[in-house]
T-cell receptor, first 111, second 114 residues
């Protein structure tokens, strides 16, 4: 059983399109996150949710909108995609002060 | 603001040799420290973590790390590397609660020479 699963694994799309990435965790964790890994492998937190409530919203363009329908799911919707949005997006979850568990990542390529 | 520095972007080590990856952190309170490994095309896997207690922590795959508060360091070590250890290694710091997430270093790319 995959603990944190993301779909799709690869996403190639044209500039200006709208796309979504889905994330589900079966660990029973209260907190979920989205991280972005750029072309230089640098990882930076974008959002965090705790029990469906938005906790962290880092300096991310408004075109990025997370949605948490329940505490096991955290989806990321991106409007009007730009070339600079190309990156690997990781979903993660954690519980309390324990470590974060990461999904396999979604490689987004905007052409 | 918290930060993590991994001074070595690339490290090349011969198979069977020992390894040390450096990590320095800046954090106002007691840090929660982590080492993650990322193999090509994969997600991040936790190697080990330090929250409190014994400053030498053991992890998976034969890795260990030592927390040195005086040096603000949390270096990762392995006595004998295997070709399968070739990967990207990330040090991270967190507050240990809530939903603050982790602050990552820029990573160290480990290359294993036969």
């Amino acid at each position: 059983d995959t603990a944190v699963s993301q779909t799709p694994k690869y996403l190639v799309t044209q500039m200006g399109n709208d796309k979504s990435i889905k994330c589900e965790q079966n660990l029973g964790h209260d907190t979920m996150y989205w991280y972005k890994q750029d072309s230089k492998k640098f990882l930076k937190i974008m959002f965090s949710y705790n029990n469906k409530e938005l906790i962290i919203n880092e300096t991310v363009p408004n075109r990025f909108s997370p949605k948490s329908p329940d505490k096991a799911h955290l989806n990321l919707h991106i409007n009007s995609l730009e070339l600079g949005d190309s990156a690997v997006y990781f979903c993660a979850s954690s519980q309390g002060e324990a470590e974060a568990f990461f999904g396999q990542g979604t490689r987004l390529t905007v052409v | 603001a918290q930060s993590v520095t991994q001074p070595d972007i690339h490290i090349t080590v011969s198979e069977g040799a020992s390894l040390e990856l450096r990590c320095n952190y800046s954090y106002g309170a007691t840090p929660y420290l982590f080492w993650y490994v990322q193999s090509p095309g994969q997600g991040l896997q936790l190697l080990l973590k330090y929250f409190s207690g014994d400053t030498l922590v053991q992890g998976i795959k034969g890795f260990e790390a030592e927390f040195k508060r005086s040096q603000s360091s949390f270096n990762l070590r392995k006595p004998s590397v295997h070709w399968s250890d070739a990967a990207e290694y990330f040090c991270a710091v967190g507050s240990g609660g809530g939903a603050d997430g982790l602050t990552f270093g820029k990573g160290t790319h480990l290359i294993i020479q036969p």
